[in-house]
């Protein structure tokens, strides 16, 4: 699967993140103006010197940020049947892809749904084939992408609701950082990682069998990117490196958009990671 984002939208999210405008980042970068508005529109690809000056004025880490420009990061994830009871549901909202996860206790078939997409038909066939009880639907967020079908599984359903405080939904259960939501032999940490949205959410699932924990982080985290800081940039980043990034570096990381990655890979790899 392609990363999310590419080296224009890295450099947009970054710049407008810092509050710069394109003839201040030139200015700082030593770049014209026009050649910054045609990286962040996708028809320039700057030189090596050029693009480590952009990465030093937006605090980007210039060696991820290089290998997104000549598209060679790649994130490698082992197979999900290594877990055995995750499985990602990608659905469209406009030209956009969009990630759900399914995480269920391999006993009881207990499951958790992180986000919904907007695909109801494909949680549904889902959740009959494996013979799950859908007992939770943790929410990462609440924008329209991610919680498109969310009424439709709670009729079929019933779950519980898990939401941040700041954004709440009608009848959902408020979590907030440090709590943990026991589901059987699975355990679900709750971290506050707001900076995109209000209340943004990521949850940490740890106790499968012989595998690593795995980490639902909405849109505060891709592979080889962040979301767009629609709320903060300073609490975004914070809460990525600090929180996200500071998880075990095998923990599987389950964006709300693009591949799968580890925690490990993006230390490494995401120009954010700086």
Known sequence: MQLEDSLGDIIGKARRGLGLDIQSLAAQAGISAQDIGKIESYELTPPDEALERLAAAL????????RIAAGTYAPQTEALERWGCIRRIESRYGDMSVNAYLVWDDTSL??????TGTDF???QCAVEELGLNLRFVGLTHTHGDHTAVLEQVRSAFSPVVLCSPAEPVPGGQAVREG????????????????GHSPGGLTFHVTGFRNAP???????????GSIGGARVSYERLLANVREKILMLPEDTLLLPGHGPLTTVGQERENNPFAA
């Open 110 to 115: 207990h499951a958790a749904l992180f986000d």
């Open 179 to 194: 709590d943990v939501v026991e589901m059987e032999s699975l355990s679900i940490e709750i971290l506050e990682t707001a």
């Open 213 to 223: 924990g795995a980490a639902a982080t909405g849109d505060a985290l891709f592979a």
């Open 121 to 123: 038909g494909a949680i």
């Open 59 to 66: 605090s980007l880490k210039y060696t991820a940020l290089a």
